[in-house]
């Protein structure tokens, strides 16, 4: 079973990977920096193996070569 997280600030990141494995051992969890890379995640990972999905709120604008994405 997984915990699929889409969480775009590094420091949240962080955070969340001090305290969800202790938290929640029994579980694997996988971070997703942008909404198209979580959403390809779900669509290859059966829905019985998706434990808790946790979605960002504040999403920041990325920038790619000069370029927002």
Do not use: W, Y
């Not at 001090?18 to 997703?32: D, E, Q, Y």
């Not at 669509?43 to 946790?54: F, G, K, N, P």
């Amino acid at each position: 079973m997984q915990i699929l997280i889409l969480e775009d600030n590094v420091e949240h990141r962080a955070a969340m990977l001090k305290h969800v494995p202790v938290s929640l051992p029994m579980f694997g969890v996988s971070f997703f920096e942008t909404s198209d890379s979580f959403i390809s995640a779900l669509t290859l990972v059966a829905s019985v193996e998706i434990a808790l999905i946790l979605l960002d709120n504040d999403f920041e604008p990325i920038v790619r070569d000069g370029q927002h994405c």
